[in-house]
């Protein structure tokens, strides 16, 4: 069973940068993907980046390409989203998901998940 904990949330200004951080424990020796998701209030849950533990693989949305980087640090279980040029429509509750089969976007499919952590951007 894997366990997901993000943290690094907050508020910041438009223009602005936040690192995301997403500690795995338990079940890590299989080839997890690792992605973030986001959901707004009212808004389903919408994928934004995944990173492929074993090949450090990465995809984007398009919404955050060139603005966000996913990376992964393998001795620490630890996966990163630094999100640079924050902008309000950013704002959400970002979640860590994991999956050992799965390897596309849609957030149903993947079995584990964080507890989600807030990013606020004011404009």
């Known amino acids: 069973q894997v366990q997901l904990v993000e943290s690094g949330g907050g508020l910041v200004q438009a223009g602005g940068s936040l690192r995301l951080s997403c500690a795995a424990s338990?079940?890590?020796?299989?080839?997890?993907?690792m992605a973030w998701f986001r959901q707004a209030p009212g808004k389903e849950r919408e994928f934004v980046a995944q990173?492929?533990?074993?090949?450090?693989?990465?995809y984007y949305a398009d919404s955050v390409k060139g603005r966000f980087t996913i990376s992964r640090e393998n001795a620490k279980n630890t996966v990163y989203l630094q999100m640079n040029s924050l902008k309000p429509e950013d704002t959400a509750v970002y979640y860590c998901a994991a999956d050992p089969v799965y390897t596309g976007t849609t957030f149903r499919h993947y079995d584990y998940w964080g507890q989600g952590t807030q990013v606020t951007v004011s404009s």
């Open positions: 990173v492929n533990w074993s090949i450090a693989s990465t």
């Open positions: 338990g079940g890590t020796d299989t080839r997890l993907l």
